[in-house]
Nanobody, 120 residues
């Protein structure tokens, strides 16, 4: 049974930091492309970052230099370190896994339930 469980969201002030976690079970996340997406109220889900099975990473321009994606293969967990948070970063953040490789569109195979990030 494949499962992705996000945690680490919360409410922070402008300029603050949070670290999101995505714990995977039922599959080996290191063999997949793992992505982070976010969705603000009334907006489409947008890609934030991904990390490939070989460790290569990519970021949306809006978060580049502020967010860092990483993985702990032993823990089967992917992280998103978010620094210098802005009110525009307020959204529900989702972790996702893709069998067929990394992509910017939300056509991923497995999704978590999301964790809310609010920046004020």
């Amino acid at each position: 049974h494949v499962q992705l469980v996000e945690s680490g969201g919360g409410a922070v002030q402008d300029g603050g930091s949070l670290r999101l976690s995505c714990a995977a079970s039922g599959f080996t996340s290191s063999s997949y492309c793992m992505g982070w997406f976010r969705q603000a109220p009334g907006k489409q889900r947008e890609w934030v970052s991904w990390i490939r099975s070989d460790g290569m990473t990519m970021y949306a321009d809006s978060v580049k230099g502020r967010f860092t994606i990483s993985r702990d293969n032993d823990a089967n967990t992917v992280y998103l370190q978010m620094n210098s948070l802005k009110p525009d970063d307020t959204a529900m953040y989702y972790c996702a896994a893709s069998v067929g490789g990394c992509r910017l569109s939300p056509n991923y195979d497995y999704w978590g339930q999301g964790t809310q990030v609010t920046v004020s």
